[in-house]
């Protein structure tokens, strides 16, 4: 497990392999691997004869085709003999993730009759005469919508609906583990933000909240607005607002140990679609004070006369006091925090040698960063962290839970800060962001949501 996390990255294969009995066999194999810049995981033994081990080995490939290359060469060895490969993730999804059960015990036919035809009209009746306790007395008061178009799928960019249920999926998972949350993964199969709206309208009353999910720039931005508009639960766009507030949860810990303050420190974003442009708004709204934020032409400013629309038009209005202009290389020179929500690869050891001293590197692109982070560190960075570790899911579990709790119709910027200074609080003395896995994280944030919300 501590390989699969720390190569989280790569393609994973389990190989079971058949190898000859002899001195240094294994060590031939692993050369092989080496050759073709393969990386060794767990080495599991299966079965021994006389003149064979056989071995299920975990593999880690940066391609196909440096996994297509390396196991034909490994079939070529003399005496070995590959018997299976495995996908060990796609293992894990097969038959989904998530499924709907029951919350109640039916073993008996009175049971039956309680929870259906007669007992149930019972039910009916009393919310029909007391509307607002349907929450109450059904699954709605902690049902949530996952909406997804499948159009800005993780780094996967537009994928399609069917390629995107396996996130919301893994979401829905994260939800109900961290937050006790049930959801209920939507897939709408269009481009078209009328349509989007009006679906997700027509079924909100099954909802107490609905999260849109993966869903491009500028549509993501659009379907937000008109859809809170026209309902009367929660709408949580987490690409935006949940990386926006663990990019501030992290920030705010960050400052601590570099003993710098938010109003002084310059910040460039690199990425103008929703994680960048609602973060630059968030921290705006929170304190800072000098954010510029760049897209593929560079830093975004009031009269950029190309590659604007209505929502960077906005974003510029609010950032980039100064109206910096030039490439991101240029951008970076004496900042003191990059954060980055766009490409891979895209800034160099001297990109991070032009920053102010001691600068916060947050490269949190997908699937690889913008740098890596040993490469960050050793250009003189203070601080470098990757999106495996400042990732949203450390926020949106608490920030639905205390929304839900609360009944709140809205989740407010009170909210999200509050998420992110519990967050902040909660990390180690020398620790960014503190562990995803431990539930106490999630129920202390979404206790202070709700004490926000109320």
């Known amino acids: 497990m501590v390989d699969i996390e ?159 249920m396996p996130v919301m999926e893994g979401k829905s998972v994260i939800l109900n583990r961290m937050a006790g949350v049930s959801c209920i993964p939507l897939l709408i199969e269009s481009d078209n933000a009328d349509r989007i709206v009006d679906t997700l309208e027509a079924v909100s009353k099954t909802f107490s909240v609905i999260m849109i999910e993966d869903i491009k720039a500028p549509l993501c931005f659009e379907v937000e607005e008109r859809l809170q508009k026209r309902v009367d639960i929660p709408v949580f766009h987490d690409d935006q607002h949940g990386t926006a507030t663990v990019i501030l949860a992290a920030l705010l810990k960050a400052l601590q140990l570099v003993d710098k303050q938010k109003e002084k420190v310059k910040i460039v974003i690199s990425g103008a679609g929703a994680a960048g442009a609602a973060t630059g708004k968030m921290l705006m709204e929170y304190g800072f ?36 202009k030039g490439d991101l290389k240029e951008v970076m020179r004496g900042k003191d925090i990059f954060i980055g929500v766009s490409s891979s690869n895209l ?68 909210m999200k800060f509050s998420a992110a200074e519990t967050l902040a609080s909660l990390s180690g003395k020398h620790e960014i962001v503190p562990d995803f896995m431990n539930p106490g994280v999630h129920k202390k944030i979404a206790e202070a949501v709700e004490q926000a919300a109320l």
């Open 6 to 164: 720390k190569y989280s990255y790569k393609i994973t294969r389990k190989i079971r392999v058949r190898i000859p009995d002899l001195p240094g066999a294994f060590g031939q194999m692993a050369t092989e691997l080496g050759k073709h810049g393969a990386v060794l995981g767990d080495i599991t033994k299966v079965h021994l004869t006389s003149q064979y081990i056989t071995r299920d080995v975990i593999i880690f490939f940066d391609d196909e085709k440096q996994f297509s290359d390396t196991i034909s060469d490994l079939e070529h060895l003399r005496g070995y003999k590959i018997i299976s490969i495995e996908d060990e993730v796609l293992h894990l999804h097969r038959g989904g993730k998530i499924a709907i059960t029951p919350t109640v015990k039916v073993d008996t036919l009175s049971e039956l009759r309680m929870i259906y035809t007669p007992g149930v009209a019972q039910v009916c009746n009393y919310i029909i005469e007391h509307p607002e306790e349907a929450r109450e007395y059904t699954s709605i008061c902690n049902s949530v919508c996952i909406a997804t178009n499948g159009s800005a799928v993780l780094g996967l960019g537009d994928i399609g609906v069917l390629a995107g």
């Open 289 to 324: 004070r000098h954010i510029t934020i760049c897209d593929r032409k560079g830093a975004l400013y009031m009269g950029r006369p190309e590659h604007m629309n209505a929502y960077k038009n906005s974003i510029a209005e609010l950032t980039n006091k100064p109206g910096e």
């Open 347 to 414: 800034v160099s050891k001297d990109m991070v040698r032009s920053m102010n001293n001691a600068p916060i590197i947050f490269a949190l692109a997908n699937p690889l960063p913008e740098i890596h982070l040993v490469d960050a560190l050793e250009a003189g960075a203070a601080i470098a962290l990757d999106g495996r570790t400042i990732n949203n899911c450390l926020v949106f579990p608490g920030i639905i839970r205390g929304t839900i709790d609360a009944g709140a119709p809205r989740i407010t910027y009170p």
